[in-house]
């Protein structure tokens, strides 16, 4: 794609950045519209995060995505937040408005749930979910699961005080679990999301015995890198229906994609293919 004086522009800050697939997702989408625009990646240490956010507009960007660590900081520097965003306590959207300031908003329930929809279509909704990890990903997953209408969310954690901690700001929906518990909290359970880096390649394996669970039930692991964890494929081997954490990446840049480049993207097969290139 050609680029012109006209080039909308956009990016993602991180430190570091290089490992973000964003750009390619972004540029897939360029290319497939014809659209007059580019995604960048910003390496962006935390000690120059402000200056850099502010000088979006000056360059003429018209946002950015947010990654770690950054994502906190982007929350408490914007001029407006919404709903969402507050409630998740982070942005990863940034859309500079024409007078220069920032609006933020957090994508990451929206691409959660959007996912999940496309992957489990009719999944039970009406019964608990169980939640393992308490990191910055899994305040998205509640916020997405409780406005599903998602009754119960057990969330269970290696340290249980940070379950306690997040279960505490999220009200009685939400219950914290022993770790040791984890399997047994199945029971009764509609939903099993795997929020931690357990499993994923370099990190130590996720172990959870998924007995209790229902034949209807879906299992979802955030975890894209690989593809296929060892907790989706014990669920697929027990007939249960699985959703991976690649399709959350594609779904969760829609929104911004759309603010940015002025076109409603779609995630499709050849997408989701390019993407899981080397997973």
């Known amino acids: 794609m050609t680029l012109t004086g006209r080039t909308r522009l956009a990016g993602v800050m991180g430190w570091p950045v290089a490992h973000s697939r964003s750009p390619r997702l972004h540029g897939f989408w360029l290319q497939a519209y014809g659209i007059d625009g580019a995604y960048v990646p910003l390496a962006v240490a935390p000690d120059r995060f402000e200056t850099a956010l502010r000088g979006l507009a000056a360059l003429g960007f018209r946002g950015c995505n947010v990654t770690l660590p950054h994502k906190e ?5 914007a001029d407006e ?9 982070a942005a990863n959207t940034v859309v500079v408005r024409d007078d220069g300031s920032l609006a933020v908003t957090n994508t990451d329930a929206f691409g ?5 929809k496309a992957r489990a279509l009719g999944w039970p909704n009406d019964r608990p979910a169980v939640l393992l ?3 910055g990903a899994s305040r ?9 209408g998602v009754p119960q969310i057990r969330i269970t954690n290696r340290t249980l005080d940070r379950a306690r901690a997040l279960a505490d700001a999220f009200g ?3 219950l914290a679990v022993a770790w040791d518990e984890r399997a047994a909290a199945l029971e009764g359970a509609g939903l099993l999301v795997n929020g931690t880096q357990l499993g994923m390649a370099g990190q130590p394996p996720l172990e959870i015995a998924l007995d209790a669970l229902a034949g209807d039930a879906v299992v979802y692991d955030l975890v894209y890198v690989p593809l296929q964890t060892a907790l989706l494929q014990a669920a697929a081997a027990r007939h249960l229906r699985c ?3 690649l399709g959350m990446l594609l779904h969760q840049a829609r929104p911004g994609f759309a603010a940015w480049f002025g076109r409603e993207p779609e995630v499709t097969g050849p997408l989701y293919a390019y993407l899981a290139e080397g997973l």
Request: proline share 0%; charged share 25%.
């Open 172 to 174: 009685k929906d939400v």
């Open 112 to 116: 959660f749930i959007e996912n999940l």
């Open 81 to 89: 937040a919404d709903d969402v965003a507050r409630r998740i306590g």
């Open 73 to 77: 900081a982007a929350l408490a520097l």
């Open 140 to 148: 998205a997953v509640i916020v997405a699961l409780l406005d599903a």
């Open 243 to 245: 959703v991976d954490g």
């Open 133 to 135: 990890g308490a990191g």
